[in-house]
């Protein structure tokens, strides 16, 4: 007769599933704070091909800075955009590091937290989005070709500056 895992032992596993899912959630809401606040990923700007964490990031930077503050200006004035204010996502973390401490460990309640947590990202990703849309359709032929050679020029400059990295060289300023 096979033993399946004690409960202790599943009760850890879920445990550390729930600790590595409220940390992903975590570091993806300060990440898309950053984003939201400053408008790229973080000081460095460097243009870098983004991972999935900081896809939007070189869509945004690339921007004339008008067009940056008009996509920005319409996110806030979406109502939307702001679907959860600060102390409510303060809230939810709390509630999640309530559930992480609880034993035994409630995987729905962590579950609804990080569904919560989720449909805010998805409302934020959504309006800007849309935002964007509207400002590289309301661009001329030329404008968005200006646009796709200051992106293009973003990734590439990432690119060198890796290269440079790997190599040991110092960085270009």
Same mark, same amino acid.
């Given at each position: #007769?096979? +033993?399946?895992?004690?409960?202790?032992? $599943? @009760?850890?596993?879920?445990?550390?599933?729930?600790?590595?899912?409220?940390?992903?959630?975590?570091?993806?809401?300060?990440?898309?704070?950053?984003?939201?606040?400053?408008?790229?990923?973080?000081?460095?700007?460097?243009?870098?091909?983004?991972?999935?964490?900081?896809?939007?990031?070189?869509?945004?930077?690339?921007?004339?800075?008008? %067009? @940056?503050?008009?996509?920005?200006?319409? #996110? @806030? &004035?979406? $109502? /939307?955009?702001?679907?959860?204010?600060? %102390? /409510?996502?303060?809230?939810?973390?709390?509630?999640?590091?309530?559930?992480?401490?609880?034993?035994?460990?409630?995987?729905? &309640? %962590?579950?609804?937290?990080?569904?919560?947590?989720?449909?805010?990202? %998805?409302?934020?990703?959504?309006?800007?989005?849309?935002?964007?849309?509207?400002?590289?359709?309301? #661009?001329?032929? &030329?404008?968005?070709?200006?646009?796709?050679? +200051?992106?293009?020029? @973003?990734?590439?400059? $990432?690119?060198?500056?890796? +290269?440079? +990295?790997?190599?040991?060289?110092?960085?270009? /300023?």
């Amino acid at each position: #007769m096979t +033993k399946g895992p004690s409960p202790r032992r $599943g @009760r850890l596993l879920q445990l550390a599933l729930g600790v590595s899912l409220a940390v992903n959630v975590m570091i993806l809401g300060a990440l898309g704070g950053a984003m939201w606040r400053h408008g790229g990923a973080g000081p460095r700007g460097d243009g870098d091909l983004p991972g999935l964490r900081s896809y939007a990031s070189p869509y945004v930077q690339a921007l004339p800075p008008e %067009a @940056r503050r008009s996509l920005h200006e319409t #996110m @806030r &004035a979406s $109502g /939307k955009a702001h679907h959860l204010d600060r %102390a /409510k996502r303060r809230g939810l973390y709390e509630r999640m590091l309530t559930t992480l401490r609880a034993d035994p460990f409630d995987t729905e &309640a %962590a579950a609804a937290v990080l569904a919560a947590q989720g449909e805010a990202a %998805a409302t934020v990703q959504e309006v800007a989005h849309s935002a964007w849309l509207a400002q590289i359709s309301a #661009m001329d032929a &030329a404008s968005r070709v200006a646009y796709a050679d +200051k992106l293009q020029e @973003r990734f590439e400059t $990432g690119r060198q500056r890796k +290269k440079d +990295k790997r190599e040991g060289s110092p960085e270009r /300023k």
